[in-house]
């Protein structure tokens, strides 16, 4: 979370009278597209930042500290460098490893609120004190991608609803994985008009209570798609259910990753989303098909499942598009390559994704994100 020598290095004039030829501890590559900043040193050079202002890509590292000392700049209007902020190249900043207070970060989204960023990271973070007061209106960016992991919130789970104040409509893609808290107090929470893409994947104790918590009722109207890869999901009922209470109807739904129970004891008839066309049960160790599947469908992937028969006509869905590889009744090696990846030099597709898991599927919603307007 050291934005601040990045963008209120505008705000804070000590910071512009530093040598242009210091190279660390941040680095620019030989395009100035991306750059990279990692402030690991005791005594940091916070000034070596200035260089990422003509970056399109810029990540910053705080190395782990406490960003309380600029503090004393976060009262700094920066409408005066309105200018400044907008003539920036970055549209998609990454900001992680730091202890932050809520006032700092407010001061650094107001910042922002005048730049032309498209995507803003935050990773591993804590977020101190309370929350600035609700402003009159937004005065944050107007970003379309927002991504979190493993940020703490001193508001537990007033934290998206307190967040979301200081930020203009539009978002369409937000990710949030390894939280602290994703119970949302619904009653704080404004409507995410344009939200289409939510992704609380890599929340392994979210389940399907949590899900039913997290998914306001009426919050997110034009959401299309929802990934829930490694977040404890139980039972099909159980997800249906959160989906049916929160007035949703996402066009796709990723279970994947999840230790699925076929049945649920005592679970009632859910009615799916009629909207939704693509469902995602891979690794989702099944032995045999679970009930309370949607009628109809597009895409259905039942990939590196443990099922060892192929299922009945009767058994499944209406479906276009049926991807059952990596079953024990098609390769009698792939229960084995599932709980051992590397049991072989041989590499096959369903221990590729395994291995690859720890890696945040947020990855593939950003694919061709580097087409910035």
């Known amino acids: ?67 309380e000392q ?17 003539a920036l190249r970055v549209r998609r900043l990454k900001l992680g490893a730091a202890q932050v207070p809520a006032q700092l970060l407010v001061a650094v ?8 960023l498209k995507e803003l990271t935050l990773e591993d973070l804590e977020v101190t004190g309370p929350m600035p007061p609700k402003p009159l209106e937004a005065t944050g960016p107007a970003f379309t991608t927002l991504s979190l992991r493993n ?48 992704d609380l994947s890599d929340n392994p104790s979210l389940g399907d209570s949590g899900l039913m918590a997290a998914l306001c009722p009426n919050k997110f109207p034009a959401l299309q798609y929802l990934a829930l890869r490694n977040a404890g999901m139980e039972t099909l009922s159980g997800v249906c259910a959160a ?11 990723d279970l994947s990753h999840n230790s ?21 049960l891979s690794f989702a160790g099944l032995p045999r098909l679970p009930k309370g599947l949607p009628p109809l469908l597009s895409v ?10 192929e299922p009945r006509r009767d058994e499944l869905p209406e479906v276009n598009d049926l991807t059952l590889d990596g079953n024990p009744f098609l390769d009698p090696g792939a ?18 994704s395994a291995l690859t898991m720890g890696v945040s599927g947020a990855l593939a919603l950003l694919q061709g994100a580097r087409g910035f307007a």
């Open 335 to 352: 229960l084995q390559h599932q709980n051992d990846p590397m049991i072989s030099g041989v590499v096959p597709a369903c221990a590729r």
């Open 109 to 116: 989204l107001r910042a922002l609120g005048y730049s032309r």
């Open 151 to 198: 940020v703490s919130w001193a508001t537990g789970g007033a934290w998206l609803g307190e967040l979301q104040q200081w930020l203009k409509p539009g978002l369409r893609v937000l990710n949030i994985a390894q939280a602290h808290s994703l119970a949302f107090p619904c009653a704080g929470l404004s409507t995410f008009e344009a939200l289409t893409t939510l």
């Open 300 to 309: 259905l992937d039942l990939s590196c499942n443990k099922l060892s028969r």
């Open 243 to 253: 989906l049916a209470a929160a007035r949703v109807q996402p066009q796709s739904l």
């Open 1 to 67: 979370m050291v934005c601040v020598p990045y963008l209120l290095l505008l705000l804070l004039p000590p910071l512009l009278r530093v040598s242009a030829d210091t190279t660390e501890p941040c680095e620019l590559d030989d395009d100035d597209f991306r750059c990279v900043c990692n402030f690991t040193d005791p005594k940091p050079d916070w000034s070596s930042a200035v260089q990422c202002m003509v970056a399109v890509e810029v990540e910053i590292s705080g190395g782990g500290r406490s960003l």
């Open 70 to 86: 600029f503090l004393k700049g976060a009262d700094t209007n920066p409408k005066q460098y309105a200018d400044t902020i907008k």
């Open 260 to 280: 699925l129970r076929v049945t649920a004891p005592g679970a009632t008839r859910c009615v799916w989303p009629s909207a939704l066309s693509s469902l995602n």
